[in-house]
């Protein structure tokens, strides 16, 4: 948990993914300069909205999913953002009142609202970790003061992992989180792709990386099927966050967003 007197430095003049993130999701913790590059994004991109609104349903369901129909107790929430409605913690307790949720970030301004995020249950757990996506070590060292490692965890890696380039380092970084995870663990991920529209989306990750951070890589549906490789992939398979298992209340035709997810189980 960050200490009562932590005051990070927050950098205002450079647009930053969370807080843009934030802004397309109707919050208030951004700045002039994150409003304006969603906007620059959405003049072009209008669906942007549409995706960040279908990545956070398909964190609703995932979680309702996994601690209800999976019996699923601890939850480490890699790349967390800033608080929002229905954070993972929320959905968790709702279901299973003594559920654990770590949650892990490296942007100053979820640091200052990680309080936010800590207000779970009297039954259940929440904690917050300060550390980067890029430090496995770190994070399982940290979450393990929490969470028991030898007991199934869900590894919600949701719009983080495209913000590594480089595949290789991507495949490290997973390798070493899911091998610490006990068996019956699941990992979930969402991705930014270009099979839906391959020219908007590099559109998108070229206006994003010319002012924003951190940097954006957009990937194929199957580099991101690639990323549950080893793993059993839940039905019905690497699909638009907008398509995987819509409640019965979502009536009328869903439009498949371009972010794609997907739920796998570790043997």
């Not at 802004?23 to 549409?50: A, C, T």
């Not at 028991?148 to 869900?154: E, F, H, I, S």
């Not at 699909?239 to 819509?246: F, I, K, M």
Request: with cysteine; glycine share 6%.
């Amino acid at each position: 948990m960050p200490p009562e007197n932590t005051e990070p430095k927050i950098d205002t003049t450079v647009p930053h993914n969370a807080r843009i993130w934030n802004y397309w999701l109707g919050g208030k913790d951004n700045y002039p300069v994150d409003r304006e590059m969603g906007e620059q994004i959405r003049s072009f991109f209008p669906e942007i909205v549409d995706n960040a609104i279908a990545d956070r349903a398909f964190l609703v369901r995932t979680v309702t999913y996994l601690a209800q129909e999976e019996g699923i107790r601890q939850f480490l929430d890699v790349g967390t953002g800033l608080p929002t409605h229905n954070n993972t913690h929320e959905v968790a307790q709702s279901i299973a009142p003594d559920a654990r949720v770590v949650y892990v970030d490296n942007d100053p301004l979820v640091l200052t609202h990680a309080r936010a995020l800590l207000t779970g249950t009297d039954q259940g757990v929440t904690d917050y970790v300060d550390a980067d996506l890029r430090d496995p070590d770190s994070i399982l060292a940290t979450a393990a003061k929490t969470l028991d490692l030898d007991q199934p965890v869900a590894l919600m890696l949701l719009g983080v992992v495209n913000f590594v380039a480089d595949d290789a380092e991507v495949r490290s970084i997973m390798d070493r989180l899911l091998d610490a995870l006990a068996p019956g663990s699941y990992l979930v991920v969402s991705h930014p792709t270009d099979d839906i529209d391959h020219e908007r989306a590099h559109q998108v990750a070229a206006a994003w990386n010319e002012k924003g951070t951190p940097k954006i890589t957009i990937r194929t549906a199957a580099e991101i099927k690639g990323l549950f490789d080893g793993l059993e992939l839940l039905e019905p398979g690497l699909v638009s966050c907008s398509l995987w298992r819509p409640g019965p209340t979502e009536v009328g035709t869903l439009r498949p967003v371009a972010e794609y997810g997907g739920v796998a189980r570790k043997a």
